[in-house]
C-alpha cells in the first residue's frame, strides 16, 4: 500500500501533488491564499491562478472594495462561490467588516455563507480611542456577541481576529467574553505576526496558549521591527525573514491539533509597474511563502 502511494505521488501531477502534501504530513485542514491580494482579478481568474500555484483554498473578502461587495452578498457571493469551486478548490472562510448585528449586511453575508456551506468567517475590528477603555471594550463585546448570535444562526463559525492595536491585540480583554459563548460557534482567528508584534518575548506565546483550544482559523505572515529616524516601526516581510518563531508557533499548534484553514497573507510591499505586472510579481511571492509554509507544517505535524 505504501508503495502504491509513492508511485501514485511520484507519477501525479505537480499540482496534484501540492493539493496532496498536506494530507501526507498529517495536516489536512485547506491552505488558502487571501483573495485581497489579488483585487483586479475576477472569481475565476482568481481561482485558476490560485489553483496554480498549488493552493487548496481562498479566503475570500466580502467587505468594501473586496471581491465580494456586503451590500450584493445575496446576490453575488453564490456565484463567487460557484466560480471557485469550479476550479476545485474551496472556500473555508470569508473576510468580513461585520462587527455588529446591527449591520444591514450581516444577516445577508452570514446567512448565504451558511447556505454555501461556508465554515468560517472573520468579523471586522473593534478600536480604542483610548477615553474610556472600560466602556469601549463593554460596548464592543456587546456588538461582538449580537454579530455571533446572527452567525450561529446562520450555521457560519466566528473567529476573532487578533490584530496590532485594535480591541483584542493581546486576547486578555476578550477572553472573557469568548470563554462564555459556546466553543462549538465562536473562537479564534488567531494572527501570529501580530500576537509577536503585540508581545515580542513571551506575550505572543501567553496569547497562543489562550487562544489554542479555540482557534477556529490562522492567518499566516511576517514582519520585524526597524528603528528610523522617525522612530520604530512595524515593517512587513515575506515569511522566515521576519520575528515570527515559526518552529515553536506550528509545534504548538499541532499540539493542539489544529487542521486549519489558514490563510495566507502578503502584507508586505510587492512593486509592479503595471497591473499586469503587480499580479505577477505577487504570485511569485505568494508561491514562496507557500513553499515555505508548507516545509513548516510538514515539519511539524510529520515530525510528530
Not at 507519477?11 to 483586479?40: E, Q, W, Y
Not at 499580479?279 to 516545509?295: I, Q, S, V
Request: glycine share 8%; proline share 5%; hydrophobic share 40%.
Amino acid at each position: 500500500m505504501n508503495q502504491n502511494r509513492r508511485d501514485f505521488i511520484k507519477s501525479a501531477s505537480a499540482f496534484a501533488a501540492a493539493s496532496m502534501l498536506p494530507n501526507t504530513m498529517g495536516f489536512n485542514g485547506a491552505i488558502c491564499l487571501f483573495s485581497k491580494h489579488l483585487p483586479a482579478m475576477d472569481w475565476t481568474r482568481l481561482a485558476q491562478a490560485v489553483k496554480k500555484l498549488g493552493f487548496s483554498g481562498i479566503d475570500l473578502t466580502v467587505r468594501p472594495g473586496g471581491h465580494v461587495s456586503p451590500e450584493r452578498a445575496a446576490e453575488d457571493l453564490p456565484k463567487a462561490v460557484a466560480a471557485i469551486r469550479a476550479e476545485s478548490l474551496s472556500v473555508p472562510m470569508i473576510t468580513t467588516a461585520l462587527t455588529s448585528s446591527s449591520d444591514p449586511t450581516a444577516k445577508p453575508i452570514l446567512s448565504t455563507a451558511g447556505k454555501l456551506s461556508i465554515p468560517f468567517f472573520k468579523p471586522g475590528y473593534y478600536k480604542y480611542s483610548f477615553a474610556d477603555v472600560r466602556g469601549e471594550l463593554q460596548k464592543a463585546m456587546n456588538d461582538f456577541r449580537s454579530l455571533t448570535e446572527v452567525s450561529k444562526q446562520s450555521g457560519v463559525q466566528c473567529g476573532f481576529h487578533n490584530h496590532e492595536g485594535y480591541i483584542g491585540a493581546q486576547f486578555w480583554d476578550i477572553a472573557p467574553t469568548i470563554d462564555q459563548l459556546d466553543p462549538k460557534w465562536v473562537g479564534y482567528y488567531f494572527d501570529i505576526r501580530h500576537a509577536v508584534a503585540e508581545g515580542g518575548v513571551a506575550g505572543w506565546k501567553i496569547a497562543l496558549n489562550l487562544a489554542a483550544p479555540r482557534i477556529k482559523m490562522i492567518a499566516v505572515k511576517d514582519s520585524y521591527w526597524d528603528k528610523t529616524s522617525k522612530g520604530w516601526r512595524q515593517v512587513n516581510c515575506p515569511l522566515g525573514q521576519g520575528m515570527v518563531d515559526w518552529q515553536a508557533y506550528f509545534k504548538t499548534l499541532r499540539q493542539a491539533n489544529f487542521q486549519g484553514p489558514i490563510s495566507l497573507h502578503l502584507e508586505y510591499e510587492i512593486q509592479g509597474a503595471t497591473t499586469a505586472a503587480q499580479e505577477e510579481n505577487t504570485l511569485a511571492a505568494a508561491k514562496r511563502d507557500f513553499d515555505f509554509l508548507k516545509g513548516q507544517l510538514q515539519e511539524a505535524y510529520q515530525g510528530a
